[in-house]
Nanobody
């Protein structure tokens, strides 16, 4: 059983910062790319940032220069540092991981339960 557990969401004023964390646990043979997606009310889920196991990040244009994704492979954890937050960043943020739970199995995508980020004065 694989679990992705997110933490760090909350309410913050415009211009503020938050740091999200997501730890993968359970049966994990290989952990590949990890990332963060978000979904605002009435909108489709969208990619925020992605990081390969080797550390190469990819960002949505809307967060470049403000958000930083990083990971700790020893802890199977991915982080999202969010700075200069804007009201349009308000959404439920979901952790995503591409991993193989057992040797010989192909990798699959797993999702966390989501954490709410609200940017409002």
């Amino acid at each position: 059983q694989v679990q992705l557990v997110e933490s760090g969401g909350g309410l913050v004023q415009p211009g503020g910062s938050l740091r999200l964390s997501c730890a993968a646990s359970g049966s994990i043979f290989s952990l590949n790319a990890m990332g963060w997606y978000r979904q605002a009310p009435g909108k489709q889920r969208e990619l925020v940032a992605l990081i390969a196991r080797g550390g190469s990040p990819t960002y949505a244009d809307s967060v470049k220069g403000r958000f930083t994704i990083s990971r700790d492979n020893a802890k199977n954890t991915v982080y999202l540092q969010m700075n200069i937050l804007k009201p349009e960043d308000t959404a439920v943020y979901y952790c995503n991981a591409d991993l193989a739970p057992f040797y010989g199995m192909g990798s699959e995508e797993y999702w966390g339960q989501g954490t709410q980020v609200t940017v409002s004065s």
